[in-house]
């Protein structure tokens, strides 16, 4: 196998790499350019170019794999990390919805309504993924309007027949929009692997109901 000599300049006692075949033979030194002759010292095996070419690519097999290792756990991590945070706030959301309960009035459906949007508004949503914080914060704002359209309802039960018949206000379209942003909040939490139940507008169902109850 052939191999390097390092052999010294006797002119400017620089040292260089030869060949093998080159012992004994007169050269030009590489430094200052100079005869001298190439001595049988300090030899250096030469590494092949093909084991040469097998470690490399050893080497960056090893590194792709352990890249690919660091991702997928850095993956895992980081979407468990996401399915905590919208089972929190979907649980969050369920107990704020049963902490309600059920009005016995108009004043106090308003009153109630209105500590559920404010207590939803106060949920904590940075740590869930974009598209979860987009969804929840519609629904969120879904629950806003049905909470200022029934302010403007009168307290009074004499008075709210009245009002219905004039306005033919009922908060249907309220509601819609408070079923169809959350059917997107389950959509986008099921993707995620959280199971959601069924909520829908149940809130806003049970405050339409005790206002109909009440006339």
Known sequence: ???????????????????????GENVFCPKCGKSMTVENSNPVQVVQGKKRRNKTIFRLVISTVTILIIVLIIGIRFGSTEKKAIEAVIAKDRAISESIGTPRSISEAKKSLASMVEQMQQIDLSDCPEDFRV????????????YQAFQKMPNSIWEWPFWKIFTGYNLKEEEKLIDDTWFEVKNIAIKYKVNVQDKLSEESKEISEDTSNTQ
């Open 1 to 23: 196998m052939p191999f390097h000599v390092i052999s010294c300049c006797p002119h400017c006692a620089s040292e260089s790499p030869f060949l093998s075949e080159q012992i």
């Open 135 to 146: 969804a929840y914060q519609k629904h969120i704002n879904a629950w806003t309007n049905a």
